[in-house]
């Protein structure tokens, strides 16, 4: 006869994993702090100068306290060390700068801006370091749409930085928002630059695209805030942004491409066809650049900036060892800078391209440190792309759309800075950082120390389960 247990083989019903409150903190601080770097100048513009920078070192404070109490995982031997060897050459450079005043300054923003970089990275996994980047994304795409509206529909002019009214005419160069919201012109969102947010908006397109790749929950919403990147990319009409783009896009084909080949020989073909193609396509759009220029509605001399680059070489070439003092960005008040090379009667505060900014400023040591810094980080965001995860004799595991991320922002980076300074400075160089330090702690997407401890801590893996 046969009697029923009353000790079942399946565990008890329990509630699911939770995260911790603790955690929950630390993953809010640093979308905030991501959000900080990705938002920039919007700060100075909002609060003024010296509020923005005392903001900036408080939160440099907050995580430097953060870190020293989590003590997260960290193996120190495999640290970024090219821009690490660039931030320390760049803080030499107080020893024989003409400007030892803007050095100082411009210094202690770029060593802030790496230090937030290696604590995001030690602090969240990729999952969480992909979804803050797009927490902090939507903020800043959102708070431009409602600040243009808001200066349309409420203000119904253009506005000037700290929310000053413009009470006489003034070059439209220094408005924070023009009010071209609904009249067809180029807008500017919360940084009061177009380029600035074109940028943004062109990563906030690869992050929602790889984060609905990997099937990350609520992806109709993610549609919708692509779709208002999209739009804000569009008003912005930024050409170098626009250059970013198809180049991030064949990148993209590339690395699809090469995840089919099967043997090395395969990858080497693909490798030639791609080496020939872009030689071929770099040389063409140089040789038809009046053209290109001309369709994207820019000038073949990048709206003046050839002029730029010839001043800025003619003073960088009198120091060309080691440069004549670090200083990204220009300090406008500086009487080094100010009025040496203006536009629409504003001073210059970049030299527009980041090569020559920084060979002025470090001369070809660093430009060296500065090269070696970037190539490193595209080998290592490259391979982490192509490569399927693997760490024993299993060669079949899936790839993770997540991996996508550096290489795609790195692509981005490379072409931006050959008409803008702004990835040597705040989420530019942050995300160099941050994404290139990730890597080495964590070359696997879930696989390792760094990914695994914070998972045991929030419950989500059990550490006898843990490989």
């Avoid at 529909?153 to 408005?175: A, D, K, M």
Wanted: glycine content about 8%; charged content about 10%; proline content about 6%.
């Amino acid at each position: 006869m046969a009697v029923f247990s009353k000790h079942p083989v399946s565990p008890p019903p329990a509630a699911p994993v939770r995260e911790k409150t603790g955690h929950l903190m630390l993953r809010g601080w640093c979308i905030f702090v991501l959000f900080l770097a990705l938002s920039g100048v919007a700060w100075v513009n909002a609060i003024g100068t010296v509020a923005a920078c005392a903001l900036l070192g408080a939160s440099a404070l907050v995580s430097v306290a953060l870190w020293i109490v989590l003590r997260p995982p960290v193996q120190w031997r495999r640290l970024p060390w090219f821009p690490l060897a660039y931030a320390l050459w760049a803080g030499l450079s107080l020893l024989w700068s003409q400007w030892p005043g803007a050095s100082a300054l411009t210094w202690l923003m770029l060593l802030i801006t790496t230090t937030q970089g290696l604590f995001v990275a030690a602090a969240l996994t990729w999952h969480e370091l992909v979804r803050g980047i797009a927490s902090a994304l939507k903020w800043c795409l959102g708070l431009s749409l409602v600040f243009e509206l808001w200066v349309s529909v409420v203000v119904r002019g253009p506005i000037l930085p700290e929310f000053q009214r413009p009470t006489h005419s003034v070059n439209p160069i220094v408005y924070w928002s023009r009010d071209n919201l609904f009249d067809g012109g180029r807008i500017q969102g919360i940084w009061g630059n177009a380029n600035l947010l074109a940028a943004v908006c062109l990563v906030a397109i690869i992050v929602f695209a790889i984060r609905i790749a990997a099937r990350a929950p609520r992806r109709t919403l993610l549609w919708v805030w692509m779709a208002l990147a999209a739009f804000l990319l569009y008003r912005a009409d930024s050409a170098t942004v626009y250059v970013s783009a198809v180049m991030a896009a064949v990148v993209l084909a590339t690395v699809l491409l090469m995840r089919t080949a099967r043997t090395p020989g395969a990858r080497t073909l693909l490798y030639s066809l791609y080496a020939v193609i872009g030689l071929g396509g770099a040389l063409a759009v140089w040789l038809l650049r009046d053209i290109v220029f001309a369709l994207l509605g820019r000038s073949a001399n990048l709206t003046g900036r050839q002029s730029i680059w010839a001043h800025v070489l003619e003073r960088a070439v009198q120091r060309p060892v080691a440069g004549w003092g670090f200083a990204t960005p220009w300090i406008a008040t500086d009487s080094h800078f100010d009025g040496w090379i203006t536009d629409h009667g504003q001073t210059v505060m970049q030299a527009h391209n980041v090569w020559i900014d920084v060979f002025l400023q470090l001369g070809a040591v660093g430009v060296v440190l500065l090269a070696l810094t970037y190539l490193a980080f595209l080998w290592r965001s490259w391979f982490f792309a192509v490569d399927r995860p693997r760490w024993d004799l299993r060669a079949d595991r899936p790839y993770s759309a997540l991996t996508l991320l550096p290489t795609l922002v790195g692509t981005v980076l490379i072409v931006q800075g050959v008409s803008e300074s702004e990835p040597l400075l705040l989420w530019g160089w942050m995300f160099v950082v941050m994404l290139g330090f990730k890597i080495k702690q964590a070359p696997l997407v879930g696989v390792g120390p760094a990914e695994q401890s914070l998972a045991i801590e929030r419950g989500e893996l059990n550490p006898e389960r843990a490989p």
